[in-house]
């Protein structure tokens, strides 16, 4: 451990100043004594000016130790310059009035200079120079005068004085000086063990208020302390405009499929680095939501100085992030809400996320919270709230679309489908199923109707054992680790043939989750129940993984059967489909069928089965029982 040179100093300077009243104290009493008690017969006024002297002396040293600050670097030295000059002084006085005394009074003197000596070892002991010093001047001068005399007692006197002052110079000052300087060294070690011990806990604390703050990999405040920031913020603010972005990051899943999650990662982070340097920039406060989602919040005077902020951020947020070989430029979609009142934080981050949401359905890049949000978000949480109630209110039923042979026209398979009354209002599906889905409805939906579809097919299958049952299956059903539990439970319950239920899964989900779905598909199938891919065409499956899965059927989506009878390019997609379904064992359902000439051109293509209007509409299940009887 290295020894900081001034710290050594100060720590000996700090020696020093703790004796330093006693030194003063006993030289002044010392002096006092020599001079005035008598023992020195030499004329009064000599001695009385040594004394003036020496007072000066100590009245300099005294006016150092207050007044000089011990930060300044002379101090120590100029402790030593009084130290010298005392000693000096002292020195003096046996040279000035040796003639006048006496053996006896020699003799004492000598006693007194040998215990300020002896006492001068200890006080000065942190400054070696200081100890030598002040020990020669105080007995060698006298000594080397009574060794020069032609008196043995005198001459034997300045023996054992010169014999004291090696002793205490070469002896006792050194080793007093060595063992202060070692004990100065490890008082030094240990506060340096202890400063050290006191900045790895304070770096430590610091990694902690990191880690408990911000975001490892963005360096972005996390959700709990962009809320605290943000809502001390908004308990200091004046009448501006208040701000948050919510920002999502477009294809984020298919950076990570291309370039794998390292370089997914860069970008998540190159992304928190430029929102960092954007918040040093002003009254921003930014934050990893989680995944690829970050919020931001701003204060403004103005609308526009808002917006101005809002397009530089966007345009900071898209640049090209590179790393090795790997470049893309990041899109985002950014909802935004604002006010000038204070708002509940979370609230508006809800809001900003439903501007976000509304910008990805039309496509915008920056939406901003509106009325009409607002209005369409006070019926999404009606709804929300009140889908579990409906449902055990019976306000939620099945309707039954027939799926015929084209060939016999022979209903072959009902689709089943979901309707809601809902106060006297007809709820789309393509509403409630989206809430259902984002607010984690689906399950207790999904479990809702496959429970009742295989209930109703168990009916049917009293009266034609072989018509079979369409159900639509929602993803978030098919990664739910108990729908296959769920489905066997349901099949047992009810007594139907596996091979009669038909789950539809729609063709855009195969894309998302493939691996897993794959394998859940295959434990399906393993069971009996076959799989349908309904919608063919509006996503992006492979013939080879249809094939791989062994899918039983494939329905070709309405927007192709729609203009199938003017339209070339439908006719030879269906066409196409159709024949290479047939390649892979899988049969085709054509959906939206309204009119014979439809009809007409599919029959040319060899399709298998049709649903839509031209045969009927989606029917209640006592009509459904007509249908078939």
Known sequence: MTINTKNFINKRLAFVSSYFSSA??????????????????????????????????????????????????LKYHLY??????????????????????????????????????????????????????????LLVPFSVLLLLQPISDENVLGVLGLVLWFILCFVTATRTAKDVKSSINNEL??????????????????????LEQKDNLTKLFNRGSFVSNVELDLANTNND???ILFLDMDDFKLINDKFGHDFGDFVLAQTGKRLVDTQTQGDFIACRWGGDEFIFYSRNSTEDALYDCVFRLVKTLTKTVSMDSYQVNPSFK???YFTRENFELQEAIKYADVAMYEGKKNRNEISVFDERMHESLKREEILRSSIKECVEKGDFHLCYQPIVDITTNDITTFEVLL???????????SEFIDIAERYGKINMLGGF????????????????????????????????????????????????????????????????????????????????????????????????????????????????????CECSKDKSIVSAVTNMSHMIGCQVIAEGVENTEQLKVLKSFYIDKYQGFLFSKPVKFDQALKLIN
């Open 241 to 243: 405009i208040k701000a």
């Open 449 to 564: 109707v496959l429970e009742q579809a295989i209930a109703s097919l168990s009916k049917l299958n009293a009266i034609n054992s072989g018509i079979g049952l369409s159900i639509n299956v929602s993803v978030l059903q098919l990664e739910s680790h108990n729908f296959l539990g769920l489905l066997t439970g349901f099949l047992s319950k009810y007594a139907v043939k596996p091979k009669n239920v038909h789950l539809e899964i729609t063709e855009t989900v195969m894309i998302k989750n493939l691996p897993y779905l794959s394998k859940v598909i295959t434990e399906i199938k393993n069971t009996g129940v076959r799989i349908s891919i309904d919608d063919f065409g509006t996503g992006f499956s492979s013939i080879s993984v249809l094939k791989e899965l062994s899918v039983d059927y494939i329905k070709i989506d309405k927007s192709y059967i729609d203009n199938i």
């Open 419 to 429: 309707r809601w009354q809902f106060n006297d209002e007809f709820i789309p599906p």
């Open 189 to 210: 070690k240990l506060d340096q063990f202890i400063e050290n011990l006191e900045n790895d806990v304070q770096l430590r604390t610091e990694q902690v208020i990191l």
């Open 80 to 137: 030593f310059l009084g130290v010298l000059m005392t000693g000096v002084t002292w020195a003096v006085y046996p040279i000035l009035f040796f003639e006048q005394m006496v053996m006896q009074e020699k003799f004492v003197s000598l006693v007194v200079f040998s215990s300020l000596a002896g006492g001068g070892v200890n006080v000065l002991a942190s400054d070696i120079r200081s100890s030598i010093s002040y020990i020669t001047c």
């Open 24 to 73: 003063i104290i006993i030289n002044t009493i010392v002096s006092c004594f020599v001079v005035f008690s008598g023992i020195n017969h030499s004329p009064s006024q000599g001695k009385f000016n040594w004394f003036l002297v020496l007072t000066l002396i100590s009245l300099l040293r005294i006016a150092n130790h207050i007044y000089v600050r011990n930060s300044n670097n």
């Open 334 to 336: 950014v909802g935004l």
